[in-house]
């Protein structure tokens, strides 16, 4: 897919036919921007691809766009999602996937996030960038194409609004690792019901369905390090009560079980210390 849809460990980008290239943002955007990963892919005729729940938003800045099916735009901004979403898409493609953490899509696009959950709009809806798309187009290489971005993000993201401290803390703990939402309320000093409210407003999901994504996530970062590692025991180190359990959650959230198709499918970028 044109950079968005299937992007898994590094050594299947590697092999992929076009070009692909991941970098990870400059560190003073970390906080914000998860990464970039920029392609060049040639015509391979009709795919469908499949768009497994991340913890990610995800902004695709098309220089050279496929024909996608109806209702996924040309540039598309993709919320956070709690389901999987399959796309139709054609023809060759050239661009760049930015991944937004909700701190940065926040205070990029200034609106709250669950105004894009489970949805996929145009870019210009949400953000004037037509000006940065040419000089994204007109640049000589992807070097200068990911200093660009660098310079542009940081300056919206540092006057854009921020996340309610409470929620912002909410996110960084789920993201950590397995917690519970009344323990969590309960550090922050709102009732459990403030907080599912207050989180859905600006994240876009309710903590409790967050926290099963980010565990997915974890997962797959796990199975991309150590492929060979027996069910069980990846249960056990995500944090699933059981195998059966693992293998319920990784359907319901990405419509196939962990070994069909032989990788988890969805836009999957390796972590940064390249574990």
Not at 43 to 61: E, F, H, K, M, R
Not at 125 to 148: H, I, K, N, Q, V
Not at 223 to 243: C, F, I, K, N, T
Request: hydrophobic content about 45%; overall charge positive.
């Amino acid at each position: 897919m044109g950079g968005w849809g299937l992007v898994v460990p590094r050594r299947d980008i590697a092999r992929a036919p076009g070009e692909r290239i991941l970098r990870w943002p400059h560190p003073a955007l970390a906080a914000h921007v998860a990464s970039y990963v920029a392609h060049d892919l040639p015509d391979a005729g009709a795919n469908s691809w499949q768009i497994t729940p991340l913890s990610v938003l995800t902004w695709v800045i098309d220089l050279d766009a496929p024909a996608r099916d109806a209702g996924v735009p040309s540039s598309p901004v993709l919320g956070l999602r709690d389901r999987p979403l399959r796309v139709e898409q054609s023809g060759a493609s050239r661009g760049i996937v930015v991944t937004l953490t909700p701190l940065g899509a926040y205070a990029l696009f200034g609106i709250p996030l669950r105004e894009l959950t489970n949805s996929v709009v145009a870019a210009s809806e949400t953000l004037p960038a037509g000006s940065l798309t040419e000089r994204l187009a007109e640049a000589t290489d992807w070097a200068e194409r990911f200093r660009l971005l660098d310079e542009y993000l940081a300056a919206k993201v540092t006057r854009g609004p921020a996340l309610a401290a409470p929620v912002r803390y909410a996110w960084d703990r789920l993201s950590a690792g397995p917690v519970r939402v009344d323990a969590l309320a309960d550090e922050i000093g709102w009732s459990r019901q403030h907080l599912n409210a207050r989180f859905r407003e600006q994240i876009g999901l309710n903590p409790r369905t967050a926290g099963r994504i980010a565990r997915l996530n974890r997962v797959l970062a796990l199975m991309s390090r150590v492929s060979s590692l027996p069910w069980a025991e990846v249960a056990h180190l995500g944090g699933y009560s059981d195998q059966a359990h693992l293998v319920r959650e990784f359907r319901a959230l990405t419509g196939c079980s962990p070994t069909e198709a032989g990788k988890p499918a969805g836009l999957f970028v390796p972590p940064r210390d390249g574990a």
